[in-house]
């Protein structure tokens, strides 16, 4: 039972990175996967037009609370232009986890790309 | 009971080690019901009510010979008062369109509960919003149990009562016979939700007295897309019609026409007649196997389960924690880890369970709950399959410790 559920993402799900929320962000969103009940809120600070600052908050299995944690480090530094072309592949790589075989945990792996288009839609 | 079960039920041919424990989403299907749809259509395979051939007058022997057979598994009184839909959540939508439509009005009180299945839920907030209606919904106590003074209070001078049998989260079999005389004290219908119990037990509905009961094949070892909706005659006679077309009308002219007699005003289009010859298959098996000793296997299952997972630390039960009050089905969550995780895990062991909300968020709310796990059990399951759920489970708080 261990092909996904490696040490890292155990870890990252008992001590996520850059959980919580921001007073006004210059971007937020909420997302919901209705299939398992999921629930991420992303905000995002901007200065001087790079992202210098990324939370999220909300609960969800280890897979999605993984991925945001990844995902928010990943998005620090980048323009508004270089957010709205992530696409999911680079999402998934940060994970490093194949999820080919299994759809409705690729829903939870990109929630928080989710959040982050609804977002800066 | 049922130790020679699982040889019938080809899936687990193929999928040797597979511990399937979602039998409350669907169930598996048994050789005999497979066999049957084929025969269907290698042998026998025509439209019904139509064709003046063979194979044709057959089928419309057959599909009719199914409607009797389920008559009689129910206990309805006439096969009038069986319809033939997709499913449970079709079945349901029939009374909210059918009788709902024509008789609730403004101010009118729809009661239901708050362990209902979205598809018991919806239907009635919809009708609720579109009548300008008032939709109340009575709460459980903290073991999952209806909460009767508030049921006799919520249902006073109600119109429609709908509630199901069995909770397909908590797992509790309401009382639906006592439940049924309180809102028929009321002057108002009651409409039963029996998805999760009509495959494991048995359904008298003129004991229950229900005036409507509403089921799917696909639980109760039957193929996907045949439901099933039991109405009183007269109720049925005084409901209308909503999807229109073919089989539901006896005489069109150019300016009217005229409804078709009962059951087939409720039957436009051509239904899936295999899925139907399915069901006849699936009724006559759990004939055999007899309701009472379903009812029994599965209580002696959960009584089995329950009794382990109270040996688990940071493992929680929804419902009642004595067996006797639940059918087939416990939802469980565990500390600290999130029930998609404890899904995805068990499958990797080749386990088979339901996480989520399962289609009732309102019951996840009442309980504070994003999302349970959920294991059930039906003919096919033996302590066995209990057991590596048990072992799995362990190993899946031994990752996230």
């Known amino acids: 039972m261990d092909d996904i559920y490696q040490e890292f993402i155990i870890e990252l799900y008992k001590n996520p990175m850059n959980f919580g929320r921001m007073a006004k962000p210059d971007y937020h969103a909420e997302v919901h996967n209705s299939t398992c009940g999921d629930r991420i809120e992303l905000s995002l600070k901007m200065k001087s037009g790079i992202i210098v600052d990324v939370k999220f908050a909300g609960s969800g299995c280890a897979i999605s609370q993984a991925s945001s944690s990844l995902f928010t480090e990943y998005l620090k530094g980048k323009t508004l232009d270089q957010l709205k072309k992530i696409d999911k592949q680079e999402v998934l790589a940060l994970l490093k986890i194949d999820l080919s075989k299994n759809p409705s945990r690729m829903k939870c792996a990109l929630l928080p790309l989710d959040a982050l288009k609804k977002s800066i839609k | 009971m049922f130790n020679n079960i699982k040889k019938d039920f080809p899936i687990f041919l193929n999928i040797p080690d597979l511990v399937y424990l979602d039998s409350a989403a669907t169930s598996q299907k048994p050789q005999q ?17 139509r064709g003046l051939y063979k194979i044709a007058e057959d089928a419309t022997m057959n599909y009719e010979q199914v409607r009797s057979k389920v008559q009689k598994f129910v206990n309805a009184k006439s096969s009038n008062e069986i319809i033939f839909t997709q499913n449970t959540t079709s079945s349901l939508n029939a009374v909210m369109r059918g009788w709902g439509e024509n008789f609730v009005k403004k101010h009118d009180k729809i009661v239901t509960t708050v362990m209902e299945h979205h598809s018991n839920f919806v239907p009635w907030q919809f009708l609720a919003k579109r009548k300008q209606a008032n939709l109340v919904v009575v709460d459980v106590d903290d073991d999952g149990q209806i909460d009767l003074g508030d049921f006799e209070k919520k249902v006073k001078d109600s119109k429609i009562v709908t509630l199901s049998t069995v909770s397909n989260v908590l797992g509790v079999i309401n009382n639906v016979n006592k439940l049924c005389d309180i809102a028929h004290e009321q002057g108002a219908i009651c409409v039963v939700d029996g998805a999760q119990s009509v495959p494991s037990m048995p359904t008298d509905v003129q004991k229950i007295n229900c005036d409507f009961l509403a089921f799917s094949g696909h639980k109760m070892l039957a193929p996907f897309g045949i439901g099933i909706l039991y109405g009183k005659e007269e109720l049925l006679e005084k409901s209308d019609p909503f999807v229109y077309g073919s089989q539901m009308i006896r005489k069109v002219t150019q300016k009217e026409n005229e409804w078709n007699d009962l059951p087939y005003k409720f039957e436009p289009g051509t239904p899936d007649i295999s899925a139907v010859i399915g069901l006849g298959k699936a009724v006559d098996y759990l004939s055999v196997l007899g309701m009472d000793n379903i009812h029994k296997h599965e209580q002696m299952l959960i009584g089995y389960l329950l009794k382990q997972f109270s040996e688990l630390d940071g493992l929680n039960v929804l419902g009642p924690e004595n067996s006797k009050q639940r059918g087939g089905l416990v939802s469980f969550s565990l500390d ?17 369970v ?3 909300h399962h289609c009732a968020m309102p019951i996840h709310e009442r309980f504070g709950l994003a999302a349970t796990t959920r294991a059930s059990v039906y003919v096919y399951n033996q302590k066995e399959d209990i057991d590596k759920l048990i072992n799995s489970l362990k190993q899946v708080q031994k990752v996230f410790s």
């Open chain 2, 33 to 49: 019901v497979i066999d049957s749809v084929t025969k269907f259509y290698s042998k026998e395979n025509a439209n019904i009510a």
């Open chain 2, 336 to 352: 600290k880890i999130h029930s998609h995780d404890v899904a995805a895990m068990l499958a990797e062991d080749n386990i088979c």
């Open chain 2, 354 to 356: 339901r996480s989520g």
